[in-house]
């Protein structure tokens, strides 16, 4: 059990029918010195969902009764905790969540078994993190007593595992010791064809040119060990047999050349290689996530980014078009929520930078982002009041980001009501850890609904407006002088506020001329008044 959901690790069998699952919690006076207590898990199962395995196994059941059964794995998310104090029954509702750490049933299908050992033996090293290195030992001892005739290979696969333990510790000279035995074995390989080890000798290699690139920083032993990637990566491109191979090898070339470009510099052919990868792992994830919608949308998206990168704009915002609107049929999620605001982000972006302002689109767009940002503040509300006030951020930051699209198309009346709505989510807010932020975006938001007054010649408003966030401003100033001066001079700590200082110090000299031109506006304004 986690603080927001559950994992299963064994299977677990659940009933249709409440009355079933009640019977099996007891009477409450069996509990003892509340050292017990009596939980009953309520499950929401959306069938769209990917998840692991689970199905209706009502004709197997014991108790003749209808029975779903979850295999081990299924991730649920808790929505809500119920307590009766009547039945004295704590009730938990989860829901089945996505499943993003499941592996594609494509990646196991080889016509030979010995290929498919192998690719099931490499997947221990991504899966294993959380197990100690004893445990780990017999999962690899017990695979040699099994497959005897293998226990060369799965020797390297267990000194690569030892030797990211040792990367976690930085014991780099242990790390580099059992990298350099694993690579002896997959030498005796080379002529495999069946295991392609060339993949994992190129993983090794990659492996070890991050580690003297950014840990040990050795940049001569890096470019050397990136060119050795780079190489045995090319042979395995040749060698690979299924468009999933080809896919991973074309995305670890893309990764190497940008990690390695680091090093030689930056130019154009470099980053026309880096591109032409990429264009090329893209391609074959396009046709293999062709059935599994989400995943063709984050490729899609991801080509998007690619083309944008490319300066072309409109391949970028219909690659864009066609992710959101797999991500917007998807039942309601916190990952496709954040997947869906980046991609209005950029497609903003696009249309604000390179299609002169069009308005018409960017309030289309934002007002489908804020649409979901204002869904996920109602659940947050219910369910997760720990992110509360992060998401009361969110939803303010949207109105905000509308009122300015209003402004600039002469809107004020939607722009007001935004601001206004901003103000009343701010008023709200309580947690005592955000409060200095949220002063400062206060201070933002006065002087917005100043240029706002301005814009609609409401000089003296405008000029309570400015005032206010002059105030808001110089309250935030207050509180970080009292927190410079508990710290050291010349920390970075104290670097940090000194930077923070001098930003709004200079906010305050602009807010400060701002309120001087408010106030010759309202001096015009009477002088004219006078004269008519």
């Not at 350099?180 to 990659?206: M, P, R, V």
Request: one cysteine or more.
């Amino acid at each position: 059990m986690v603080q927001h959901g559950l994992s299963t690790t064994v299977f677990l069998s659940t009933s249709y029918d409440s009355n079933i699952a009640l019977h099996f919690l007891g009477s409450p006076s069996l509990q003892s010195d509340n050292e017990l207590q009596r939980v009953f898990f309520e499950i929401e199962v959306d069938t769209r969902i990917k998840s692991r395995p689970y199905g209706d196994a009502s004709q197997l059941s014991i108790f003749e009764e209808k029975e779903l059964l979850f295999t081990f794995g299924t991730r649920f998310e808790k929505t809500n905790v119920l307590y009766d104090e009547t039945e004295q029954i704590y009730t938990i509702q989860l829901k089945l969540n996505y499943d993003y750490y499941m592996k594609d049933d494509k990646i196991f299908i080889y016509n030979s078994q010995r290929k498919m050992l192998k690719q099931c033996a490499s997947l221990l090293q991504s899966i294993t993190n959380e197990m100690s290195i004893e445990n780990i030992n017999v999962i690899f001892e017990e695979l040699i007593i099994l497959y005897p005739s293998e226990k060369e290979w799965i020797l390297a696969l267990q000194k690569c595992w030892l030797a990211s333990e040792n990367m976690k510790e930085k014991n780099y000279t242990a790390a580099l010791s059992n990298y350099s035995e694993a690579l002896t074995i997959w030498y005796k390989f080379i002529d495999d064809e069946e295991l392609n080890c060339f993949i994992d000798i190129g993983l090794i290699h990659q492996t070890l040119a991050l580690c003297y690139q950014y840990d040990i920083k050795d940049h001569s032993l890096a470019e050397k060990e990136y060119l050795e990637a780079i190489q045995y990566f090319k042979i395995a491109l040749n060698k690979a047999t299924t468009d999933y191979e080809r896919m991973k090898v074309y995305e670890k070339l893309s990764y190497l050349e940008k990690h390695r470009i680091q090093l030689t510099g930056y130019d154009s052919t470099n980053m026309e290689m880096i591109y032409r990868y990429e264009e090329l792992s893209i391609a074959n994830m396009l046709h293999y996530y062709i059935d599994d919608k989400v995943k063709l949308g984050h490729t899609l998206q991801q080509l998007a980014n690619l083309k944008k990168i490319q300066h072309a704009y409109d391949e970028s915002l219909a690659n864009y078009e066609n992710a959101l609107n797999i991500f917007l049929e998807q039942p309601f999620e916190f990952g496709f929520y954040l997947n869906i605001c980046n991609i209005i982000n950029e497609m903003v972006d696009i249309y604000t930078q390179q299609k002169n302002c069009d308005y018409s689109s960017i309030i289309k767009y934002e007002l489908i982002k804020h649409k979901l940002i204002h869904k996920h503040f109602i659940y947050v509300e219910m369910f997760r009041e720990n992110m509360r006030c992060i998401s009361q951020y969110d939803l303010a930051r949207s109105h905000i980001e509308l009122a300015d699209k209003y402004m600039a198309i002469r809107q004020h009346a939607k722009a007001r009501m935004h601001l206004r709505l901003v103000l009343a989510i701010y008023r709200k807010c309580s947690d005592i850890n955000v409060q200095d932020y949220v002063d400062i975006k206060h201070s933002q938001l006065q002087e917005k609904l100043a240029d706002l007054a301005v814009e609609l010649h409401q000089y003296n408003k405008a000029y309570q407006f400015i005032k206010m966030s002059m105030k808001c401003l110089e309250d935030q100033k207050h509180i970080l002088w009292i927190e410079m001066d508990k710290i050291i001079k010349n920390t970075a700590k104290y670097m940090k506020y000194m930077q923070e200082w001098e930003i709004l110090e200079t906010r305050r000299q602009l807010l400060h001329n701002k309120m001087s031109y408010i106030k010759e506006l309202i001096a015009n304004s009477n002088v004219a008044k006078k004269h008519f």
